[in-house]
């Protein structure tokens, strides 16, 4: 056990939808990411927090926002959903802010999301 | 940021020792190399991580070469549970850092 939560682990919606994926991470680790898994893919990192802040943002789309709020939880926010948008969301924590990487990442084990 | 190359696919047999090499040529002198495992529809779990030399674990052992420009994890007697794609990543070094992950290594362990 990681000691990361995601809920909910499976998704199912409509296109143009809007869902929201949560993460609570481990115990004492400050930053969040957020990495979006597809087949055809691999893992993409989407984006980062520390502490609140938005630290590091990927191929996030405009589409999805993210947030850290004050008890370090994250929520992932998806909305005018298309098929396309249809994986596996990881959320991983770390205890720095990811400007030095002797900290290693811990992720959850996914929200699965299917566009229908 | 350092780009890494690693085998696509290995086979292995239940018992054997498995090496995955992955090559960092342009590692920087504060980045360290972090190996992760992962198991379909399962989030990545990280399993060793090294600056130089060698460090081992209960799970693996990380071999660093002097000039740092690869890496080897050595999966002790593997067995089908080792079934997984495994990740290595370079990182850190200060400044601003982004976890990458590749294609990673899948390894299939045959009985």
């Known amino acids: 056990d990681s000691g990361v939560t995601q809920t909910p682990k499976h998704l199912i919606t409509a296109t143009g939808q809007r869902v929201t994926l949560r993460c609570s991470p481990r115990?004492?680790?400050?930053?969040v990411y957020w990495y979006q898994q597809s087949l055809d893919q691999g893992l993409q990192f989407l984006i980062q927090?520390?502490?609140?802040?938005?630290?590091a943002k990927g191929n996030i789309l405009e589409r999805f926002s993210a947030q850290q709020f004050p008890d370090l939880h994250s929520e992932l926010n998806l909305s005018s959903l298309e098929l396309g948008d249809s994986a596996l969301y990881f959320c991983?924590?770390?205890?720095?802010?990811?400007?030095?990487?002797?900290?290693?990442?811990?992720f959850g084990n996914g929200t699965r999301l299917t566009v229908t | 940021l350092a780009k890494t190359t690693q085998p696509i696919s290995m086979d292995s047999y239940e018992g054997q020792e498995v090496n995955i090499t992955c090559s960092h040529n342009n590692i920087a002198t504060n980045d360290y190399i972090t190996w992760y495992q992962q198991f379909p529809s399962q989030g990545p779990r990280f399993i060793i991580q090294g600056y130089k030399t060698k460090v081992t674990n209960e799970v693996a052992s990380l071999f660093i070469p002097a000039d740092r420009k690869s890496s080897t994890l050595s999966l002790p007697r593997v067995s089908l549970s080792d079934t997984a794609v495994y990740y290595c990543l370079v990182g850190g070094g200060g400044g601003s850092y982004i976890p990458t992950f590749g294609r990673g290594t899948s390894l299939i362990v045959h009985p």
């Open positions: 927090y520390y502490n609140g802040e938005e630290r």
């Open positions: 991983a924590s770390s205890v720095d802010a990811g400007r030095t990487y002797n900290s290693p990442l811990h």
């Open positions: 115990s004492g680790d400050l930053s």
